[in-house]
């Protein structure tokens, strides 16, 4: 989705007030229903407030892409801290690093990418809100958040090739990404596990809820990472 920039926000908020204006102008004053009171009113019920909607839902969604954005529930604390840690070598930190979307790393490494991505993102980003508000995890220690929560589904290798297409030369000069390629390719082995680039975060839970935080312990690390 095009960076709208603040400006939209702004946009936003005049529109409001200018409807309110209108509104409060006619219902303290009561000005004669003529064509200007009608013009005023269409744009005071209609215009304006049409404006205001649609600006301030693209803004709100753009903000809802920043990682501070992610980081501003309590269970995500740990995963944040990772993610903008400036010697942390975990991918999370890597990628957020990168300066052309790391200030969006988390939306842009777990978006569902495709002609319905933005949305069907969103979506699923609303269980989100349920789980915190209604679903417990508002209440958790981050303790119990780092035990807890887990990734919905498996993650996709597809989001890592969005950028890491596995056809330049670079790639495919790597021989354990050539024998790999089918098996990356089905999400069979994924790219962000202990035999390939490593967990996401050293916190990362797989299958069997055990990841690099348990594998440092002693205890066996899962296959796959999310």
């Known amino acids: 989705m095009p960076h709208a920039g603040p400006w939209l926000g702004s946009?936003?908020?005049?529109?409001?007030?200018?409807?309110?204006?209108i509104l409060l102008h006619f219902l303290?004053?009561?000005?004669?229903?003529?064509?200007?009171?009608?013009?005023?009113?269409?744009?005071?019920?209609g215009v304006f407030p049409t404006i205001t909607a649609a600006t301030s839902t693209v803004a709100g969604?753009?903000?809802?892409?920043?990682?501070?954005?992610?980081g501003s529930c309590h269970t995500m604390d740990d995963h944040f801290g990772n993610a903008t840690n400036?010697?942390?070598?975990?991918?999370?930190?890597?990628?957020?690093?990168?300066?052309?979307?790391?200030?969006?790393?988390?939306?842009?490494?777990?978006?569902?990418?495709?002609m319905y991505g933005y949305a069907l993102t969103k979506m699923g980003g609303m269980k989100h809100v349920y789980y915190y508000y209604l679903g417990g995890y508002r209440s958790m220690t981050k303790e119990e958040a780092r035990r807890?929560?887990?990734?919905?589904?498996?993650?996709?290798?597809?989001?890592?090739?969005?950028?890491?297409?596995?056809?330049?030369?670079?790639?495919?000069?790597?021989p354990d990404h050539q024998a790999s390629a089918a098996q990356l390719a089905s999400n069979r082995m994924s790219c962000a596990s202990p035999g390939c680039h490593g967990y996401a975060h050293p916190?990362?839970?797989?299958?069997?809820?055990?990841?690099?935080?348990?594998?440092?312990?002693?205890?066996?690390a899962a296959e796959h990472a999310p």
């Open 61 to 70: 969604m753009e903000a809802t892409t920043h990682r501070e954005f992610c």
């Open 148 to 174: 807890e929560v887990h990734i919905a589904k498996p993650y996709d290798n597809a989001n890592c090739r969005q950028c890491h297409t596995t056809t330049a030369h670079v790639w495919r000069s790597v």
């Open 86 to 114: 400036p010697d942390a070598q975990s991918l999370a930190a890597r990628h957020t690093r990168n300066p052309f979307f790391g200030e969006e790393s988390c939306y842009v490494c777990h978006a569902d990418y495709g």
């Open 28 to 45: 303290l004053r009561r000005p004669p229903l003529d064509l200007r009171t009608k013009l005023m009113l269409l744009l005071g019920l």
């Open 11 to 21: 946009v936003a908020l005049a529109s409001a007030t200018i409807a309110a204006v």
């Open 203 to 220: 916190f990362s839970k797989g299958p069997d809820g055990l990841g690099a935080a348990a594998s440092a312990s002693g205890h066996p």
